[in-house]
């Protein structure tokens, strides 16, 4: 892994060549602002949310798709042969240029396709540049073609819609222009595009494209047809190794150098790697040398490397009036935004374990910007918008994101700003704050919920249907609130202030908490004091009461309830939502809206649950190395879906097909995070 890019997701012609198995895997690429960039293996649009550059038109997070597509046709003398392919209403795929692909493969992030046609063969790039609105799509002939010249006819596809939405025949009206040798397509009020071409010329044109088959979003229920501009198209002349193409950009500096962009996007790929690798490496044991000379180290392996640098493509700036570097995290692609729970679930796995501790403090900063009543948002207020406070747990992970971040940086400056809003976060806890959320003082558990309310993270709701209620004392949320307030306890030590008061609630937390276990070795109840009383369905909440650091139950309960999750619950990449024994369990994950929230907890297997069943079984077994083996599947997932990323959910039933969003924060740095804890306590 030093200073090289990890190449091993790679796909053949057996795969590039089969329209749905190339269409079922996708590539992502993010520029850290909120943008980002998608599609298909074969080049079709499959999704609302494909496209080469959607874009923030209206920051933070107002992401419109701006570029839709660059269909390259070979032109060799009279012959023409198309390198891209496209779905049509009516199951139609032409042209079928994926035909043509020898291989595709990821270069790090980058994705990059090899051409065969005949003694042709022509690489394409995409690539995003990093902190700017820009996207490059490049080509270049690999094999030279004696005595004749080689031509791309690029068609350049254009949008003006939010990338949850799908566009009408003539539903904008940009002006298209010259502008010197540059395209321009401006849509008033909005936004202004600049294409260049590299290699080339472009000519401008206005003609609608109808029809475009997405059949995802037939799949998810909803509407399932889009149009694009044809707002011009590009002229290149292909030459062996030398890089033609096309830049597109919402800003009026953006380069045309292709080589210079692309050698830039790989430099800041490295850095990001070295820093993770520096993080991630373990030095041997026992120290292969004595004294002050660096011993070297293990690499970590080319899985974990790639999921390093996919944990970049969720972190973005969201600069607030008064805190200009203020970041955060989306949750995941493509419709997620930044979401208070899932960022301080992935905030370790996403920064401290990829050795980036200063935007770990940046976004714990950025959030305590926004704690009120003792809450975090759930979801993170557009320009202009209130919060919404519909959480009981992203408060109570704020608490464990603190402590990785203190643990990992000893940031005793950070810790003494912060700590009157965390004394602050407890005492709301304690008296009670919004939607019935407060300590019951006869045993001294966390009470929350009220009616047409999802407060945990199981928060599926359909209309008014919440599915998954659970109003009263939920497990997990228990497990968290003893796992804050003994924090609290610790962090109020390192300051010299009083902990008593922590340590005694946390006691009081403790003791409570043993209403939870079960008789006869069936694990922990999900929910205490319900409106129809204690639920005891078996479901994965109670791992976190194992693999949290400050578990509220003893060694053999600990041992009961990772036997009686793995049992039930556990898969090969992750822990099902809800055991296959019980009536309301959901083998697949599919249908329209309303099936599908409604399955979205009654079944599934969540992927972020894995790294933290890992753990679990750790605790209670000592074995690190066993434990981490859990982990190893999740590398032959990397070559489907979300290519080089972790799905957001997958189905109950075997053979777990990736489900939900392809590219998911939590799922990404929940692995991550496990492997590196497990890979030092091997080493110890």
């Not at 009543?373 to 202009?384: I, K, R, S, T």
Request: hydrophobic share 40%; proline share 7%; net charge negative.
């Amino acid at each position: 892994m030093s200073g090289e890019l990890p190449d091993f997701i790679r796909l053949g012609r057996a795969i590039c060549g089969d329209l749905e198995q190339a269409e079922r895997r996708e590539w992502w690429l993010s520029n850290g602002l909120g943008a980002y960039a998608a599609g298909t293996v074969a080049g079709t649009l499959t999704r609302c949310y494909h496209g080469l550059l959607i874009a923030p038109v209206y920051p933070p997070l107002g992401r419109w798709l701006t570029f839709a597509k660059a269909d390259a046709t070979l032109i060799d003398g009279g012959q023409e042969i198309p390198l891209f392919s496209n779905r049509w209403g009516g199951g139609v795929a032409h042209p079928q240029g994926h035909i043509h692909l020898e291989s595709f493969q990821l270069q790090g992030r980058l994705p990059v396709w090899r051409y065969a046609v005949g003694e042709r063969i022509i690489e394409q790039r995409i690539w995003l540049e990093p902190g700017a609105n820009t996207v490059y799509t490049a080509w270049r002939l690999d094999a030279p073609v004696a005595d004749r010249d080689l031509q791309l006819r690029v068609r350049l596809l254009i949008n003006a819609r939010d990338h949850h939405a799908r566009m009408a025949p003539g539903g904008f009206t940009p002006q298209v222009n010259m502008a010197g040798e540059q395209l321009h397509v401006v849509c008033p009020d909005s936004f202004a595009l600049r294409l260049q071409a590299a290699g080339g010329a472009l000519q401008p044109d206005r003609d609608w494209i109808e029809n475009f088959d997405l059949p995802l979003e037939r799949e998810r229920g909803l509407p399932d047809r889009d149009v694009n501009l044809c707002a011009g198209h590009a002229l290149l002349t292909l030459r062996p190794g030398i890089w033609v193409g096309i830049t597109a950009s919402l800003h009026d500096d953006a380069s045309a150098d292709l080589d210079a962009a692309l050698r830039r996007f790989f430099q800041r790929d490295a850095a990001l790697l070295e820093r993770a690798r520096k993080s991630l490496q373990i030095p041997p044991n026992p120290p292969l040398q004595k004294g002050g000379g660096e011993a070297g180290g293990i690499s970590p392996p080319d899985w974990i490397a790639q999921l390093a640098l996919a944990a970049d493509s969720f972190l973005f700036a969201r600069p607030l009036p008064d805190w200009p570097d203020g970041e955060s995290v989306i949750a995941g692609y493509p419709w997620f935004g930044d979401w208070g729970r899932d960022t301080m679930i992935a905030l370790p796995g996403l920064t401290l374990t990829t050795g980036r501790a200063d935007s770990a403090r940046r976004i714990l900063l950025t959030f305590a910007r926004f704690v009120d009543q003792g809450m975090l948002p759930n979801v993170f207020p557009g320009a202009g918008e209130t919060p919404d406070y519909n959480t009981v747990d992203a408060a109570l992970w704020y608490f464990e994101a603190w402590r990785a971040y203190l643990d990992a940086s000893g940031d005793p400056a950070a810790l003494a700003e912060v700590f009157p809003v965390l004394v602050e976060m407890i005492d709301w806890h304690v008296r009670g704050t919004r939607y019935r959320i407060g300590m019951d003082a006869a045993d001294g558990l966390l009470y929350a919920g009220e009616s047409g309310v999802q407060l945990t993270w199981m928060d599926a709701k359909v209309g008014d249907w919440v599915v998954t209620p659970r109003i009263g004392k939920p497990v997990e949320i228990n497990a968290l609130w003893h796992n804050a307030l003994a924090i609290m306890a610790d962090f109020a030590e390192r300051l010299g202030q009083p902990a008593g008061r922590y340590a005694e609630l946390a006691a009081n937390v403790r003791r409570g908490f043993q209403r939870f276990v079960l008789p006869d070795g069936a694990g922990l109840a999900d929910l205490l004091d319900g409106p129809a009383g204690d639920d005891f369905t078996l479901r994965p909440n109670q791992i976190f009461a194992v693999s949290l650091p400050h578990s509220p139950i003893d060694p053999a309960t600990q041992r009961t309830v990772v036997q009686v999750c793995g049992r039930e619950l556990l898969t090969s990449y992750g822990l099902r939502s809800l055991a296959p024994t019980h009536p309301d369990y959901r083998p697949h994950y599919r249908g329209g809206v309303w099936e599908r929230d409604g399955g979205y907890h009654q079944g599934p297997v969540w992927g972020w649950l894995l790294g933290h069943y890992a753990l679990a079984e750790y605790r209670v077994s000592g074995d690190a190395a066993a434990a981490q083996t859990r982990l190893t599947p999740i590398r032959d997932h990397l070559l489907d879906a979300g290519l080089g990323t972790i799905s957001e959910i997958f189905d109950g039933a075997p053979p777990h097909i990736p489900r939900g969003a392809p590219a998911q924060a939590w799922s990404v740095a929940c692995m991550l995070e496990a492997w590196q804890r497990l890979e030092r306590l091997k080493r110890q």
